[in-house]
């Protein structure tokens, strides 16, 4: 099994970065650090048609919340170090902002989705409303599944059949985990994505449970390359 850590960013900035947001110079030092070292990205669509990945460095980038600033600040570095990533998008909140959060940062619109290159950038779910799976009840995540689901169809959108949980969270409890991974089956996702911050391996145990390093504004270039190799450090 192939080591294969996955990135999660979230808003960029051109101002000094903290915590979920990342300023734009070190975003593009660590695109530049996984170009020049060999890393080879991928869409998660294509990882579900691989069995195992080549030898040498593999890694997937990821950003959340379908923020304004990933098209502006983090799209043209994709380009320029060609690199792949995921957006992963919470689909009632397009063209609106970050109400979980800030209430401020703005979230793309509709036709700025249908605008991303697809070489470059996947598109792939982060819910529809934006709640903790954990405070939902089944039913009430197989809705905004489902929701979803018929929201991209209704809208001609391409995404992939994958769906990073909003805030990490999801049901833990034995039972509870076992429908909650099977009504997103039965809704066509097939990988489900939470934090961790572990290094994953390829093939995915738990395609329900892949983990993601969170990537925070204040590590320096040496802390990422440490977490890019070793994942949760102690």
């Not at 995404?159 to 034995?174: D, I, R």
Request: aromatic letters at 12%; glycine letters at 6%; one cysteine or more.
């Amino acid at each position: 099994m192939t080591k294969l850590p996955i990135l999660m960013y979230h808003h960029v900035t051109v101002e000094a970065g903290k915590d979920l947001t990342i300023s734009v110079e070190k975003l593009e030092k660590q695109f530049k650090h996984l170009a020049e070292n060999g890393y080879k990205t991928y869409h998660l669509k294509e990882l579900l048609q691989m069995k195992q990945l080549p030898k040498g460095k593999n890694i997937v980038i990821t950003f959340d919340d379908g923020y304004v600033s990933q098209k502006e600040l983090a799209l043209p570095l994709l380009k320029k170090y060609k690199l792949k990533a995921t957006f992963f998008v919470p689909l009632d909140f397009l063209g609106k902002t970050d109400s979980w959060n800030t209430s401020s940062l703005k979230i793309m619109t509709l036709e700025q989705l249908k605008s991303l290159d697809p070489k470059i950038v996947e598109l792939g779910f982060h819910s529809y409303y934006h709640k903790k799976y954990t405070e939902l009840s089944n039913a009430e995540i197989e809705a905004d599944t489902r929701r979803c689901v018929e929201f991209v169809s209704e809208n001609n959108l391409n995404f992939s059949p994958v769906l990073a949980y909003p805030y990490g969270k999801f049901p833990k409890e034995k039972t509870r985990n076992k429908i909650f991974k099977k009504l997103l089956s039965n809704n066509g996702i097939q990988y489900g994505l939470r934090i961790g911050n572990r290094i994953n391996r390829f093939p995915f145990k738990k395609p329900f449970e892949i983990e993601r390093i969170d990537v925070k504004g204040e590590f320096s270039l040496l802390k990422f390359r440490q977490k890019i190799r070793f994942g949760k450090l102690f």
